[in-house]
């Protein structure tokens, strides 16, 4: 949802993309952040955008960002 990989079908290329944009020395704990942010606040049916810090990079935000306004 919150587009930090595009088009990845298998988790293999997931990892590869998400690589790119993680500090090496955060990897270790990149991946409880995610699964936290999942839990937590990007919830599956109904997301907390209001409470999310990742709003500025999210597509899905900005998508339904668009969408209310007008």
Do not use: M
């Not at 993680?22 to 919830?43: F, M, N, Q, S």
């Amino acid at each position: 949802r919150i587009g930090l990989t595009t088009n990845a079908k298998t988790p293999l290329e997931t990892e590869k993309q998400l690589l790119k944009y993680i500090p090496e020395d955060l990897v270790a704990i990149a991946h409880h952040w995610l699964i936290l942010h999942g839990r937590y606040v990007c919830l599956a049916r109904k997301p907390k955008c209001e409470q999310c810090p990742l709003t500025g990079v999210c597509r899905f935000y900005q998508k339904e960002k668009k969408i209310t306004k007008s």
